[in-house]
C-alpha cells in the first residue's frame, strides 16, 4: 500500500509558475513509478507527465511539453511537477499516482490539489 499526499496547488496568474508535491508513504514507495493526472470540470482525467522509479525516464502529455517538469527524489519519497508559463486551461484539480508497472494503470491516488490560473 502506498499513500500519496499532494500539496502545492493555488491560484496564479497566466504565465505564472507553480511547483507541487506528491509526499508518498508505505513499504518500498521510492520503488513505484509515480504520474500526474489533472481533471477539469466536464473533462476527464488525463495524464499530465510521468516519471520511472529510478528517475531516468518521463513522458509528457503534448499540451504540457516544454511547461511542465516532472522530478523526483527518492531519498524524501517525494515527487514534483514544476509548472511554468502557465495558460488558463491548466485549470484543473492535479493528482499523484503510483503504480509498480510502467503501464497505463495507476492503483494508488492522492486527494488532488486545485490549480487555477485565472487573471
Known amino acids: 500500500q502506498v499513500q500519496l499526499v499532494e500539496s502545492g496547488g493555488g491560484l496564479v496568474q497566466p504565465g505564472g509558475s507553480l511547483r507541487l508535491s506528491c509526499v508518498a508513504s508505505?513499504?518500498?514507495?521510492?520503488?513505484?513509478?509515480m504520474a500526474w493526472f489533472r481533471q477539469a470540470p466536464g473533462n476527464e482525467r488525463e495524464l499530465v507527465a510521468r516519471?520511472?522509479?529510478?528517475?531516468?525516464?518521463?513522458n509528457y502529455a503534448d499540451s504540457v511539453k516544454g511547461r511542465f517538469t516532472i522530478s523526483r527524489d527518492n531519498a524524501k519519497n517525494t515527487v514534483y511537477l514544476q509548472l511554468i508559463s502557465l495558460k488558463p486551461e491548466d485549470t484543473a484539480v492535479y493528482y499523484c499516482?503510483?503504480?509498480?508497472?510502467?503501464?497505463?494503470?495507476?492503483?494508488?491516488w492522492g486527494q488532488g490539489t486545485q490549480v487555477t490560473v485565472s487573471s
Open positions: 499516482a503510483a503504480n509498480l508497472d510502467w503501464g497505463t494503470t495507476w492503483n494508488y
Open positions: 508505505g513499504r518500498a514507495c521510492s520503488t513505484y513509478n
Open positions: 516519471i520511472y522509479w529510478r528517475g531516468d525516464v518521463t
